[in-house]
């Protein structure tokens, strides 16, 4: 057995290694298992070419051992000669570790890092062990085979092994912060998660146990992934069931994009359109990044546009640098077209489905409306892609598009956020003929602002913003019947809140608050910025309603007592339907409550 010496400038890399990928500890497994794909990828290749004989299953065996201490991950590929031993681990293995501690130790932000850590290979090993041996045996004539042990520091040994037939064995002696690697389950777990669609059957076994006589060892992965058949070979029922394999989500998918391109770049997919529970429902780690199968992160932006992480989906691709860092990325032409590319085969999607399943497209609306919106907002290119088919719900659940809204000569659009709590100001509308739609989320605010400078001489407004003159009767308010309702409400009114009387067509409404569209997306704009102390806005105002028979036998009542007691519950029911009262108001707005009623009983 021969000794030598690493020529590294650091003492022990080992320490630089654990503190940057403590977070990823189980990678380790990941790379040792590409690199046995590696090897027998590269053995198949000269099988190919006639330079060499195929006489058994191509595979990839893992064992654990507890009580040893042991985690072995040998494949039949084609194997290592003394000399390759030195070049490719020794020199190259080594090397680039130290490339990666002297490049990256001094990194203090996200821009240092590697996606994936891809490159570091063979040397993660020592992230969980104490120290690591291989045995191997090239698959050339009368090679023999070769030993090699480390602890990770700047020596090794190296010398003639024991293995009898091609390929290598690597044995790790699993350090004792990292013995959770030691339990079958756990390594399974990782297994499936980084190497579940390797293209060559990986086998695990847990050495404790007994194996029964009829019992067989069923591979961990699926090598012949869904996203790589071709998009006519695959069934509904495929495309929902590998969604649930995949995701462990049993809520079925609305639809799915297959992508398979060869040119000019290799790139394989499947993005789904989940079924969401709540506006932009935190999905993280659903757009899983795979090189050759072998699966790599989730949601890397650079790759895949942000607002397409609310989709769920596997993404493979091959020609995808992943040992650089994440500014590279950002500025890789490369990528640029691949993120396009897929923006591209979205917007498609959608555009076809608007086109040829209009009554489907519709129906998905409400789970698909957040991602198209956000999309609108992130990228400009995916709003001029998508513009055509944005369509708004009615509130008698029928759709107009965004197209209908321009070419018609009514460019003010009302809406509504919440249909019960407007349910009076949509009164006032309904007298009119005039059919608000539906926008319920917090991103419509900022959706409705891009439209409005997108589409010339568009007005969104919320149903509880303006007050037109087509919605007030024909004839003059009575100035002294102005005057005579302000005093009664004297001492009811909060500070800074402006009064009104209007002659509304709807008698049903005894008074309203109404706020202009731009005083309330000013109002929405200082909440986000963190003012939420819920004060009177200078453009908001209260409108008593003249015509109301509500307020006209409210003003005649002789008792003074019960008149604030009224007028204090008209006001409060106008606020309820604008705004939340708070605990103190409420709970007055309930004890009044009863004590009119004890009133009239």
């Not at 009580?67 to 039949?76: A, C, R």
């Not at 091959?318 to 640029?336: C, E, K, M, T, W």
């Not at 498609?348 to 489907?360: A, V």
């Not at 109002?523 to 028979?549: D, H, I, L, W, Y």
């Amino acid at each position: 057995m021969n000794k030598g010496q690493i020529s590294v400038h650091t003492e022990n890399l080992l320490p630089i290694i654990k503190k940057w990928l403590y977070s990823d500890k189980d990678i380790f497994l990941r790379e040792l298992v590409s690199n046995a794909q590696d090897a027998i990828t590269k053995y198949k290749k000269l099988v190919s070419l006639g330079e060499a004989k195929s006489d058994d299953e191509f595979k990839i065996e893992v064992f654990v051992n507890k009580s040893q201490k042991t985690l072995k991950i040998i494949d039949n590929g084609i194997g290592m000669t003394e000399e390759e031993v030195e070049k490719y681990i020794t020199q190259v293995a080594f090397s680039g570790a130290e490339d990666f501690a002297e490049k990256y130790e001094k990194a203090k932000d996200e821009e240092g890092t590697i996606i994936g850590h891809f490159g570091l290979g063979f040397y993660s090993a020592f992230m969980v062990s104490d120290s690591v041996e291989i045995e191997t045996l090239s698959y050339k004539d009368n090679a023999e085979s070769v030993h090699w042990q480390s602890d990770g520091g700047t020596e090794y040994e190296i010398g003639e092994g024991k293995r009898q037939t091609r390929g290598t064995e690597i044995t790790l002696h699993i350090s004792e912060d990292s013995e959770e690697f030691l339990d079958e389950w756990e390594t399974r777990r990782i297994l499936e998660k980084y190497c579940g669609f390797l293209p060559i059957n990986i086998y695990l076994t847990d050495e404790e146990k007994e194996k029964k006589e009829d019992e067989e060892i069923k591979p961990v992965n699926d090598t012949n992934p869904l996203w790589l058949k071709n998009p006519s070979e695959c069934t509904e029922e495929e495309y929902k069931d590998f969604y649930r394999k995949v995701f462990m989500d049993f809520n079925e998918p609305l639809f799915w994009i297959h992508l398979n391109v060869d040119y000019p770049f290799n790139l394989k997919g499947i993005l789904y359109f989940p079924k969401l529970n709540h506006e932009l429902q935190s999905i993280e780690g659903q757009i899983k990044l795979y090189n050759n199968q072998v699966f790599i992160a989730d949601n890397i932006k650079e790759v895949i546009p942000e607002y397409l992480m609310l989709l769920k989906g596997v993404i493979d691709c091959p020609d995808l640098p992943l040992n650089v860092s994440r500014s590279f990325l950002q500025n890789d032409g490369y990528i640029a077209k691949v993120s396009a590319h897929i923006t591209k085969k979205v917007s498609d999607k959608l555009n076809g489905l608007f086109k040829t399943e209009r009554e489907k497209y519709e129906g998905y609306w409400e789970d698909i409306n957040p991602f198209v919106k956000y999309g609108c907002l992130r990228d400009e290119k995916f709003y001029d892609r998508i513009k055509d088919s944005l369509i708004f719900k009615k509130l008698d659940d029928k759709y107009i598009t965004l197209k209908d809204i321009e070419e018609s000569e009514q460019k003010e659009i009302y809406y509504v956020t919440d249909q019960e709590k407007q349910a009076q100001y949509i009164e006032l509308l309904k007298a009119e003929d005039i059919e608000p739609v539906l926008l319920t989320q917090v991103l419509d605010n900022h959706f409705v602002s891009l439209l409005e400078y997108k589409v010339q001489g568009v007005k969104f407004k919320r149903v509880d913003s303006y007050i037109s003159d087509s919605l007030k009767e024909e004839e003059k308010i009575d100035e002294k019947l102005t005057e005579k309702v302000k005093a009664s409400f004297e001492g009811i009114l909060e500070d800074g809140v402006v009064f009104k009387v209007e002659s509304l067509k709807s008698d049903k409404i005894p008074a309203l608050f109404v706020l202009s569209e731009e005083g309330r997306r000013m109002q929405e704009m200082a909440k986000m910025f963190g003012n939420n102390m819920n004060m009177p806005n200078p453009e908001e105002a209260f409108v008593v309603n003249s015509t109301s028979p509500v307020v006209k036998k409210a003003l005649e009542l002789k008792d003074k007592e019960v008149q604030k007691m009224v007028l204090s519950h008209i006001y409060d029911m106008a606020k309820l339907s604008y705004k939340n009262l708070t605990g103190e108001e409420m709970n007055a707005f309930l004890q009044r409550s009863t004590q009119i009623l004890d009133k009239i009983m």
